[in-house]
């Protein structure tokens, strides 16, 4: 998955969850209108789970993207185990995603891995200016 797909389906998760927090909160003004402070409440537990639904596809999305770029570049990546906090099953999926302290810690990894390499592009990178500046003076002081 790359960023672009990414992005665009995290922003489209995202819009489907503005949306039904919207429609709860009509629904619960609704039923507080009819029925009461009780009703309002069952009517937001009865809705609450299709927004728990869109939170575990969107975390399932951002696990998804990080373990993929973890991988193509050979990273190290947490066991899927919830012993360590890492790792977490959905209620509503049963499928296995990141907790924030798992995100934090392939975040960790994938910058971890490309600060090295832009070290070593920047090392490489001086060397080769440094390199042409001394075969340019090199090539005025033959000139003169």
């Known amino acids: 998955m790359n960023y672009l797909s990414y992005r665009k389906a995290l922003h489209i998760l995202n819009l489907e969850r503005e949306k039904a927090v ?3 909160s009509e629904s619960v003004q609704e039923a507080k209108k009819t029925g009461g402070e009780v009703k309002a409440d069952e009517v937001y537990r009865d809705e609450y789970v299709k927004l728990e639904l869109i939170d575990e596809k969107i975390s399932e999305l951002v696990t998804r993207y990080l373990i993929n770029k973890a ?3 050979f ?8 012993k360590e906090g890492f790792w977490e099953r959905g209620w509503n999926t049963g ?3 990141l907790t924030d302290k798992g995100i934090a810690e392939v975040r960790g990894i994938i910058r971890k891995d490309m600060k090295e ?8 990178g001086g060397l080769l200016i440094g390199l042409i500046g001394a075969i ?3 090539m005025a002081v033959i000139k003169r």
């Open 22 to 24: 919207k429609a709860i």
């Open 71 to 73: 991988t193509l570049r």
């Open 75 to 82: 990273l190290p990546t947490p066991p899927v185990s919830e």
């Open 95 to 97: 499928a296995y995603y």
């Open 117 to 124: 390499k832009m070290e070593i592009f920047s090392y490489w």
């Open 136 to 138: 340019t003076g090199l």
